[in-house]
């Protein structure tokens, strides 16, 4: 009944899903443009960031294409209220990071955080889902209030000229001592330039002998 009232529908092309079918319909599912199943796209990672911030162990699911499936499943999972996707994704990824020896090291997972004010518009943070499962799969703690995002305004002059750039953003960390010879696993939904990831390592960091590893859904 409920079916027949609020059709389920794929969350990449909008056609009706069969009941067996989560998500993403089967034909959509078998066009996803998976990165790789054996390294996860880690060379093409660790590259993207060589000489930046130092990473132990990378991994991402699919490649991002303009106007591809993962866009349309990206942008569903933001800005269509598909939270789903996020923990469909973690529970992939989590399933193949357990079997790594190297993940076994992994203390905790932290997401690249959302500002309050961009949280409160989208309910949640598109990496949450992804964070948790991939947590419960490695069985360490997933905590999402260490690093922070805050929005600070800039100055008025500024301001008056320059109306796009109202309020610049600047990631933290609540309690640096928590994360001394900690081995992190951070995870977002996406990595474009690695620009956000680079921000977010560098006030990781700031706490002593620090580790970092990453994981996203896709890449661009
Ligand atoms: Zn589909």
New binding site residues.
Partial sequence: MINLLFPK???????L?LTEELL??????H?LSVVSNQDFGEPIIKQLFFGKIAIQNASTLLKFEKRG?TQKLLHSLKYQGKKDLSSFFGKWLGSELKNSPRYKEVDLVIPVPLDSKRLKKRGYNQAEGFGVEIAKALQIPYLDTILFKESRAKSQVFKKRFNRFQSESVFKVAQPKLLDKKHILLVDDIITTGATIEKCAQQLFKSKQVKLSLATIAIA
Avoid: E, F, P, Q
């Fill in positions: 529908v794929c969350a990449a092309c909008k056609s899903l993403i319909c089967t034909m959509c599912r066009s499936i």
